[in-house]
């Protein structure tokens, strides 16, 4: 059954130090309600906006790195609804209609998700202003007796990503969000793990039925999951002889299910119309190639230069770009460690999954390039056991422990001396009589002797030399006997 997928972003540029029409500061994620407020940015009368030029600067460089078209002018319109947290009554905005049009359109971002590479179209973005928030005293809208509003996020610079519906899985819509998120990482322009500077609304259909929007998802893992489950609930309906209704429905994170806000049967009537106070910017094509110039490193050119300059694979070069700390983690290593490939394999897997279970935030958590270095160096020149360096890795990660400084003091080093090895394998040998016995007569057997060695000596010993030593005693045996 086919499935087509279409998303609508609202990315926050949090990242600039003021709002997009005042000089009020930006940074108002866990500051007191209503502190960060300017008339402008609470409506009052008779005052006016001013265009924050970084904040334009900023949108375009999305645009570009989004491969879109950019308009010869931003035309800014004003959006007309009545909500508490919108103080103006209207929302400074852009539009795609008479007269009208959003200052990027027509890109295209690369996604990569099940094996397969694909292109997903945008149509277009627009610049506009964050309304306030409202919360509520009980924490729901539902039991509440009354709401609050905070100001402080009112006026912050938004861009509105709107996709084709290209996607055709949960796991491509997640996909695209991930790479994203990578991309306005790379550009500097959103930190998308502040509250509310990231929300996903994803469009579903199945078999050409109905479109039903999903509103407000908060993360990559969630559009999945909402996705999932919506597509699921979509196919019973279909299933059991029913139709898809066109509606907006809502995503609950803590119960995993999506439920119905409300049945679209028109398209609500904002009567845009050109915003009066704010002339028009013109942007030329000069200022856009000054931007350009000024672009880092995006993702795609990162994994095309990982593949160059270290020899590994698109796959691997993909994981470790998509998360910008990684990458970096990887170059600092790169300039002291040669096997490109092995400290890849180390990072992406082992190293990511303890990063994961010890919730440790590379953005602010420093991993020491050297340590994780030494301990692949100690592993290489079989110091250490493999089995010793996994052991090993959480401590580097969370302390940057000092691998080789570690092993001289607690005397950890890989036991590869044939003599020592030698006592132990007689002792084992000795306490386990049945095991010599069965050992003897069926080669599989021998691996309980070799995992007796391991326990004794608390995985040190070389487990190639151990075996080798385990089969010349048996074969001494075979012939006493
Ligand atoms: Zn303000």
Same mark, same amino acid.
């Given at each position: 059954?086919?499935?087509?997928?279409? @998303?609508?972003?609202?990315?926050?540029?949090?990242?600039?130090?003021?709002?997009? #029409?005042?000089?009020?500061?930006?940074?108002?994620?866990?500051?007191?309600?209503?502190? @960060?407020?300017?008339?402008?940015?609470?409506?009052?009368?008779?005052?006016?906006?001013?265009?924050?030029?970084?904040?334009?600067?900023?949108?375009?460089?999305?645009?570009?790195?989004?491969?879109? %078209?950019?308009?010869?002018?931003?035309?800014?319109?004003?959006?007309?609804?009545?909500?508490?947290?919108?103080?103006?009554?209207?929302?400074?905005?852009?539009?795609?209609?008479?007269?009208? /049009?959003?200052?990027?359109?027509?890109?295209?971002?690369?996604?990569?998700?099940?094996?397969?590479?694909?292109?997903?179209?945008?149509?277009?973005?627009?610049? %506009?202003?964050?309304?306030?928030? @409202?919360?509520?005293?009980?924490?729901?809208?539902?039991?509440?007796?009354?709401?609050?509003?905070?100001?402080?996020?009112?006026?912050?610079?938004?861009?509105?990503?709107?996709?084709?519906?290209?996607?055709?899985?949960?796991?491509? !819509?997640?996909? #695209?969000? %991930?790479?994203?998120?990578?991309?306005?990482?790379?550009?500097?322009?959103?930190?998308?793990?502040?509250?509310?500077?990231?929300?996903?609304?994803?469009?579903?259909?199945?078999?050409?039925? !109905?479109?039903? *929007?999903?509103?407000?998802?908060?993360?990559?893992?969630?559009?999945?999951?909402?996705?999932? /489950?919506?597509?699921?609930?979509?196919?019973?309906?279909?299933?059991?002889?029913?139709?898809?209704?066109?509606?907006?429905?809502?995503?609950?994170?803590?119960?995993?299910?999506?439920?119905?806000?409300?049945?679209?049967?028109? $398209?609500?009537?904002?009567?845009?119309?050109?915003?009066?106070?704010?002339?028009? =910017?013109?942007?030329?094509?000069?200022?856009? $190639?000054?931007?350009? %110039?000024?672009?880092?490193?995006?993702?795609?050119?990162? =994994?095309?230069? #990982?593949?160059?300059?270290?020899?590994?694979?698109?796959?691997?070069?993909?994981?470790?770009?998509?998360?910008?700390?990684?990458?970096?983690?990887?170059?600092?290593?790169?300039?002291?460690?040669?096997?490109?490939?092995?400290?890849?394999?180390?990072?992406?897997?082992? #190293?990511?999954?303890?990063?994961?279970?010890?919730?440790?935030?590379?953005?602010?958590?420093?991993?020491?390039?050297?340590?994780?270095?030494?301990?692949?160096?100690?592993?290489?020149?079989?110091?250490?056991?493999?089995?010793?360096?996994?052991?090993?890795?959480?401590?580097?990660?969370?302390?940057?422990?000092?691998?080789? *400084?570690?092993?001289?003091?607690?005397?950890?080093?890989?036991?590869?001396?044939?003599?020592?090895?030698?006592?132990?394998?007689? *002792?084992?040998?000795?306490?386990?009589?049945?095991?010599?016995?069965?050992?003897?007569?069926?080669?599989? !057997?021998?691996? /309980?002797?070799?995992?007796?060695?391991?326990?004794?000596?608390?995985?040190?010993?070389?487990?190639?030399?151990?075996?080798?030593?385990?089969?010349?005693?048996?074969?001494? =045996?075979?012939?006493?006997?």
């Amino acid at each position: 059954m086919s499935v087509r997928i279409g @998303l609508e972003i609202h990315v926050q540029l949090n990242t600039l130090r003021t709002k997009l #029409f005042c000089s009020t500061p930006s940074d108002y994620h866990d500051k007191p309600p209503n502190t @960060l407020v300017c008339p402008v940015c609470l409506g009052m009368p008779g005052t006016l906006p001013v265009v924050n030029r970084r904040a334009i600067e900023a949108a375009i460089m999305v645009a570009l790195a989004l491969n879109c %078209e950019i308009a010869p002018r931003i035309l800014f319109v004003r959006k007309h609804y009545f909500y508490p947290d919108l103080p103006k009554n209207y929302q400074i905005s852009q539009y795609d209609g008479p007269g009208m /049009f959003p200052y990027a359109r027509k890109g295209w971002l690369r996604i990569s998700a099940g094996g397969r590479t694909k292109i997903v179209r945008i149509r277009r973005i627009n610049i %506009e202003e964050d309304p306030g928030k @409202l919360t509520y005293p009980t924490g729901s809208m539902l039991t509440s007796p009354y709401s609050l509003v905070d100001y402080n996020r009112s006026g912050m610079p938004l861009l509105e990503i709107v996709t084709e519906p290209d996607m055709e899985s949960p796991q491509e !819509a997640r996909a #695209f969000v %991930e790479k994203l998120i990578a991309v306005l990482d790379y550009l500097g322009v959103c930190d998308h793990r502040k509250e509310g500077a990231f929300r996903v609304d994803a469009n579903v259909s199945i078999e050409g039925g !109905a479109r039903v *929007e999903i509103k407000n998802i908060g993360s990559a893992k969630d559009v999945e999951r909402a996705l999932e /489950f919506e597509i699921a609930r979509q196919r019973s309906v279909v299933a059991s002889g029913g139709k898809v209704r066109r509606e907006t429905r809502h995503w609950d994170p803590v119960r995993k299910v999506t439920v119905p806000i409300r049945i679209k049967e028109v $398209e609500e009537d904002y009567r845009y119309f050109p915003d009066p106070d704010l002339p028009p =910017i013109d942007v030329p094509r000069s200022w856009i $190639e000054e931007i350009a %110039e000024k672009m880092p490193e995006l993702p795609d050119q990162r =994994i095309e230069r #990982f593949v160059k300059q270290y020899g590994i694979d698109e796959y691997r070069a993909a994981v470790l770009v998509l998360n910008k700390r990684l990458a970096d983690l990887f170059e600092e290593c790169a300039k002291m460690y040669r096997d490109y490939k092995k400290l890849a394999d180390w990072l992406i897997t082992d #190293f990511l999954r303890w990063v994961k279970d010890l919730g440790i935030d590379l953005e602010s958590k420093k991993v020491e390039p050297i340590a994780i270095v030494k301990l692949l160096r100690t592993l290489d020149e079989g110091r250490i056991s493999i089995r010793m360096a996994k052991e090993l890795l959480p401590k580097v990660i969370a302390e940057n422990l000092d691998v080789e *400084e570690y092993i001289k003091r607690t005397g950890m080093e890989k036991i590869s001396d044939v003599e020592t090895l030698k006592r132990v394998i007689e *002792e084992v040998f000795r306490e386990n009589p049945k095991a010599v016995k069965d050992a003897l007569k069926n080669k599989k !057997a021998v691996n /309980f002797l070799v995992g007796a060695v391991m326990r004794k000596t608390r995985g040190r010993a070389d487990p190639q030399l151990t075996v080798k030593l385990i089969e010349e005693k048996l074969r001494e =045996i075979a012939r006493e006997i």
